[in-house]
């Protein structure tokens, strides 16, 4: 109670000091003093508070019109006001409105000073930097109508005894770190109108059982929570209701029937939860209802009837296990804007008159069972945006309503069983972005006026029976990222102005019939990274530019007539894919190709030749008489040592069948691999992973090794793959940020692997399991680790010949020896690139990477390049400034490490000094480190870039690194 015998203190001072001056004149002294003392004003909008004008005068204060009381101070929006909360100000007993919304206020609020405010009836204090608790509602706020905390950072859970403030009638909790579960006390707030709470990522327990006492209550939204439980009855009773958003929550169980009494409700959001059951048919009477997004559960049954009749603009339940017929009824809706129906399991035919009687924006069944035609009148009232249909069964022609539809801009109508002709009006829409009509029976040709589709970036057509010569007009698609035109019918030559497409990534023309020559001209395809014309008559040579292309990594020119040299500049390319096979290629097969690994990609050219690459044949030289006697002496000698050597490894074999194991050392070791394998006991197991187990154990000359055994009984070519890869790439390594393999050893029935041992462990391990670990990696270590392990991965990409791609490159693969330097471990993905051209299409066999890491244009190419690791390696920088792991439970659902450190990377308009939210808490830091972690961030948002070519190199990330940022980039 100090703080109450404190406050009459001070108004006793007050009313003494002042006691001639009249009320307003005392309270322009509160003002003041808060002013001069607590408020920071960098911009002087409160330069006018000055006390020779009355208060009511000042800029933010209003007074009442009669008694000139102070009532309200508006302090929202100026934006750079700061400070600690002005509960000072509630010490004006007339005080009714504090709005400091929208500014940077900081710090967290005392109970004490906050129950100063008890008296008034409109708080705002959103978007501002607060932490900490938000401080119990004490002595009771009884005249509290509106309270607005919303976008700070407040944590703790929501104070039950916010409860007792009767009046509330707006709460905004939204966009804070609030935890725990919702007060049950908040039941008896019957003025409520306005409940929100969204964006609060551990808040979490169930929703109140008696949330239906709430009678006045209209918007009502917890989303990107954690509740949990299941959607009590009572929710029936919220009489008032007009809004419910539950979204992207983990509720559980059915949708109550009660629902079925909101009469006046008009949204309905529940979309991604776990919820199941049939959906209720009780939604006859929910004749306001707008919008119901029912999306990304677990709902089983019919589409209900009730449902399918309303006047809703959208309708949402994709993402679940539906079944059955859509209701006809569906199509007289006259709102129906949003249709989302896709990834269930509907069956049967689309209601013909679908689109006719409202105005069809957005319609997407795509992924169920659905057959028939398409309705054909989906775009009759020229509205349609997205048009989505593919893995279905419709057949019969394209929509007549779409062909000449010039709102829409996205078409995936591939895998149907679709014919007959697309309009060419359809082919001229200017609106088109994107379009996917493969693997359907489509016929005819694309007409010269494609090229009015000025802004469209993928065109994919694949699969169909389109034929005719590929139209000029096909080169003034300016934005066109990707055109996939395989296994058609085309013909014709290739127009040469193709290579005017600057922004095209992917071009794929395989199994057409294209005739003539590759156009030539090509570098002006920068971004180029997928080139298929493979199985069609393409004749001529292949230009020398394709070799200097810097993107391409998927070059297939197999299957065709093309004759000539193979230009050295191919060479240079670092491919994930190369086909040149069953062509008329000829001559000297260039150095860089000329290996096993390619053999396969070159074959069916008879006219190669090779130094000693089977099958082609040796190229022919011009021989002199002398070439002959040095070639006899030469075979004799070689025969001689080729003898010898025979010899010699036989005798070695004797020896070592001798011998239980087969090992293969790559460093000096001061010990036998018996001693190392007979001490693996299970004692000593210090990790376990998916192929095998980790020990370490101590020898008898003191130094201490880490063993990598993977299991041998159920040995999986997984295991094996790993087991070489890390062998065959790390066993030639040496960097002082790589860890050193020391041997590997094979037995009949396991396979071992002996590196040095990491006394720190893994920097994962240390950042986020280990309590003190955070503490014990100060800035300045934190930094030296970020550059040893990009040295590692520079060494890897850069030096090492061919380049070595590590592919789960993340913090749990950097380990920390006993002085916390970094070395980059565990090789059982890494690929060197050019052994990846064995692999049957170029996509790896299996996922490479870890969650959180993966690089975002992995997921569609399925290709790794250096430019992952970078990605990868980004992501580890940002855990080393935020101490967060990349997929922190503090983030929303589908937020990760790079999306949230971008966004306030981005927010934070005062550059990264306002980002201190960035930053590990663990962390001490001085001045000087803030000018070094916001380079390092800034690295790190150049290596997440969402493009690879936007990526530095890793070399180019060390020169960064070292601050060495005048160095050209590339
Ligand atoms: C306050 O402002 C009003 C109108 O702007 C003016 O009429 C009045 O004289 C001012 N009062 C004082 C005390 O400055
Ligand atoms: C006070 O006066 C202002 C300006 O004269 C007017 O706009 C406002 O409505 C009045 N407020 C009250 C409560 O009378
Ligand atoms: C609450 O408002 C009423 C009516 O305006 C007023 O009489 C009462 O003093 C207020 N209570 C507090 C604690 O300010």
């Not at 005894?161 to 725990?180: C, D, K, P, R, Y």
């Not at 090229?451 to 389109?466: D, E, H, P, T, Y």
């Amino acid at each position: 109670m100090a703080y109450i015998f404190n406050l009459h203190l001070l108004s006793l001072f007050l009313s003494f000091t002042f006691a001639i001056a009249t009320f307003s004149t005392r309270d322009a002294a509160v003002l003041l003093r808060v002013k001069n003392t607590q408020l920071e004003d960098p911009d002087g909008f409160l330069n006018d508070w000055d006390d020779s004008i009355t208060p009511c005068n000042w800029t933010t204060i209003t007074c009442n019109n009669h008694t000139l009381d102070i009532v309200s101070i508006d302090f929202s929006d100026f934006g750079s006001l700061a400070g600690p909360f002005p509960a000072d100000f509630c010490r004006i007993p007339t005080l009714r409105y504090l709005s400091i919304g929208n500014n940077c206020f900081n710090g967290s609020i005392s109970p004490a000073s906050f129950s100063l405010c008890s008296h008034v009836t409109f708080l705002n204090l959103s978007s501002n930097y607060f932490v900490g608790k938000l401080p119990e509602f004490q002595p009771r706020f009884v005249n509290l109508t509106v309270l607005d905390v919303s976008y700070n950072n407040f944590t703790g859970e929501i104070p039950a005894s916010i409860g007792e403030s009767l009046l509330l009638q707006v709460m905004n909790f939204s966009a804070n770190l609030l935890s725990g579960a919702l007060p049950e006390s908040l039941t008896n707030l019957t003025e409520l109108t306005t409940f929100l709470a969204p964006e609060n990522p551990s808040l979490s327990g169930r929703l109140p059982e008696n949330i239906g006492r709430l009678k006045k209550l209209e918007t009502f939204r917890i989303s990107n929570t954690q509740l949990s439980g299941e959607i009590p009855d009572s929710i029936g009773d919220l009489s008032s209701i007009k809004s419910i958003d539950l979204s992207t929550n983990s509720l559980t169980g059915g949708i109550p029937d009660s629902i079925g009494r909101l009469k006046s409700i008009e949204h309905l959001w529940l979309y991604d939860n776990k919820l199941s059951g049939e959906l209720p048919d009780v939604f006859g009477n929910l004749t306001s209802l707008l919008q119901f997004d029912a999306s990304l559960n677990d709902f089983t049954g019919k589409l209900p009837t009730s449902l399918a009749g309303l006047h809703l603009q959208s309708l949402a339940v994709n993402d679940n296990n539906l079944e059955g017929e859509i209701p006809t009824i569906l199509s007289s809706n006259p709102m129906l804007t949003q249709l989302k129906l896709f990834r269930n399991k509907f069956s049967g035919g689309l209601p013909e008159s679908l689109g006719e009687n409202s105005d069809l924006e957005e319609f997407d069944v795509s992924d169920n069972q659905l057959q028939g035609p398409l309705p054909p009148n989906l775009c009759s009232k020229k509205k349609l945006q997205k048009f989505i249909c593919f893995n279905n069964r419709f057949s019969g022609d394209f929509p007549v309503s779409c062909g000449d539809c010039k709102s829409i801009f996205y078409v995936r109508i591939s895998n149907n069983e679709l014919s007959g002709e697309i309009p060419s009006s359809f082919w001229s829409s200017s609106a088109l972005q994107f379009i996917d009509v493969s693997n359907n029976k489509f016929r005819g040709s694309l007409p010269d006026s494609i090229s009015r589709s000025k802004i469209i970036q993928g065109l994919v057509i694949s699969g169909n029976g389109f034929s005719g010569d590929l139209p000029a007009g096909i080169c003034r698609l300016e934005e066109i990222v990707e055109m996939d035109l395989r296994n058609n019918q085309f013909s014709g030559g290739l127009p040469p102005c193709l290579t005017n497409l600057k922004k095209l990534e992917k071009l794929n023309l395989q199994s057409n019939e294209f005739t003539g020559e590759i156009p030539n001209a090509v570098s002006s395809w920068t971004h180029l990274s997928s080139l298929n014309i493979s199985n069609n008559k393409l004749s001529g040579v292949i230009p020398n530019e394709i070799g200097n292309l810097p993107s391409l990594n998927y070059l297939d020119l197999a299957g065709n007539s093309i004759s000539g040299k193979i230009p050295d500049s191919l060479s240079h390319l670092k491919l994930n894919i190369l086909n040149l096979s069953d062509n008329n290629l000829e001559g000297k097969i260039p150095t860089g190709l000329d290996s096993e690994v390619f053999a396969s990609s070159l074959i069916g050219n008879p006219k190669l030749c090779s130094q000693d690459l089977k099958p082609f044949p040796r190229c022919h030289k011009t021989k002199s008489a002398s070439y002959y006697v040095v070639a006899i002496l030469s075979g004799l000698a070689f025969f001689l040592i080729v003898s010898l050597l025979w010899l010699l490894i036989k005798a070695k074999l004797l020896r070592r069948n001798t011998s239980l194991w087969k090992i293969t050392s790559f460093q000096r070791v001061g010990f036998k691999e018996q001693d190392v394998l007979a001490s693996l006991s299970e004692s000593n197991v210090i990790g376990m992973g998916g192929s095998g187990k980790v020990y370490r154990v101590t020898l008898k000359t003191g130094q201490t090794v880490a063993v990598k055994k993977l299991y041998g009984v159920h040995r999986s070519p997984e295991t094996e793959s790993e087991f070489r890869s890390e062998m065959e790439t790390l066993g030639l390594i040496r960097h002082k940020n790589i860890v050193k393999l020391l041997f590997a050893s094979v037995g009949e029935d396991f396979r071992a692997l002996v590196y040095e041992y990491m006394e720190n462990g893994s920097l994962g391990d240390m950042l986020h399991v280990d309590p003190k670990g955070g503490y014990l990696l100060d800035w300045s270590k934190r930094f030296e680790i970020a550059l040893g392990a990009a040295q590692g991965l520079a060494y890897l990409h850069h030096d090492c010949v061919p380049s070595i791609v590590h592919r789960d490159v993340k913090s749990n693969n950097i380990l920390l020896d006993e002085e916390l330097r970094p070395r980059v471990a565990d090789f059982g993905l890494a690929k060197s690139l050019q052994i990846e051209v064995k692999e049957s299409d170029g996509a790896m066999s299996r996922i490479a990477g870890s969650y959180g890491y993966i690089a975002p244009e992995y997921a569609y190419t399925m290709k790794v390049t250096e430019k992952c690791d970078v990605y990868s390696f980004g992501v580890v920088l940002m855990e080393l400034v935020t101490g967060k792991r990349p997929n922190d439970a503090s983030f929303d659902e589908n937020k990760d490490i790079v999306k949230w450190v971008t966004e306030v990377a981005l927010c934070g308009e005062g550059g990264w000094k306002d980002s201190d939210q960035l930053i590990d808490p663990k962390m001490n830091c001085s001045s000087h480190d803030y000018e070094e972690i916001g380079m390092v961030l800034n690295v790190a948002l150049q290596c997440t870039s969402a493009f690879p070519l936007n990526r530095p190199s890793m070399r180019r990330v060390v020169e960064l690194l070292k601050g060495q940022s005048s160095t050209p980039s590339k």
